[in-house]
């Protein structure tokens, strides 16, 4: 397995503009989240799911976001309607064990808002 | 949720070890402490996590005392390639067994020749 994947790595578009992003996680991973990372500071928890239920949902994660994660596989985020505050590093990353704070991160998405 | 205080950055040489100290004075019974490691674009990856005492592993060291109010990452003989921001956390336990880490800003550590 070769660890979290994430696609596309940078996204481009223009204010206004509706947006995806995919995420692999590690194959035997029941457990995935969504982080956004902003210049300078830490990253910032969205959504979590347990296999295909979303269980938590940060205050951050406004209408126009919204996360899925169908057969409890690969996960996707999608933000409509985009705006320039959107401008950020999305994350995604997986765990395993229960009660276990060692979470795998991808590489992220760069998505930038014109 | 408690929070966490750490330096903003730190200045090293290439084989010295180097501590780097958390705060945490409204950590609760349950929680773990996390450490984290990012290098410029990319994904945190998990260092060392600790309840009590002292934690060690291939990479690092986690001190913490007795009133957990603190911790203190330690990274022995560090080399150019340890140069990232490190994170302390300390986690929440979410619904079904996952956990909302919450970073702070990190401390940055720069190692030079």
């Known amino acids: 397995d070769t660890g979290v994947s994430q696609d596309p790595r940078h996204k481009i578009t223009k204010r206004g503009q509706n947006v995806t992003f995919r995420c692999d996680p590690i194959s035997e991973h029941n457990r995935l989240y969504w982080y956004r990372q902003t210049l300078g500071q830490g990253p910032e928890f969205l959504t979590y799911?347990?296999?295909?239920?979303?269980?938590?949902k940060s205050r951050l994660l406004s209408d126009r976001f919204s996360a899925e994660r169908p057969k409890g596989s690969f996960s996707t985020l999608e933000i409509q309607r985009t705006e320039q505050g959107d401008s950020a590093m999305y994350l995604c990353?997986?765990?395993?064990?229960?009660?276990?704070?060692?979470?795998?991160f991808g590489p992220g998405t760069r998505l930038t808002v014109t | 949720l408690a929070k966490t205080t750490q330096p903003i950055s730190m200045d090293s040489y290439e084989g010295q070890e180097v501590n780097i100290t958390c705060s945490h004075n409204n950590i609760a019974t349950n929680d773990y402490i996390t450490w984290y490691q990012q290098f410029p674009s990319q994904g945190p990856r998990f260092i060392i996590q600790?309840?009590?005492t002292k934690v060690t592993n291939e990479v690092a060291s986690l001190f913490i005392p007795a009133d957990r109010k603190s911790s203190t990452l330690s990274l022995p003989r560090v080399s150019l390639s340890d140069t990232a921001v490190y994170y302390c956390l300390v986690g929440l336990i979410l619904t079904g067994g996952g956990n909302k880490l919450t970073f702070g800003t990190g401390t940055q550590l720069k190692v030079e020749l």
């Open positions: 990353a997986s765990s395993l064990e229960a009660g276990s704070y060692e979470q795998y």
């Open positions: 600790g309840y009590k």
């Open positions: 799911f347990q296999n295909e239920a979303q269980l938590e």
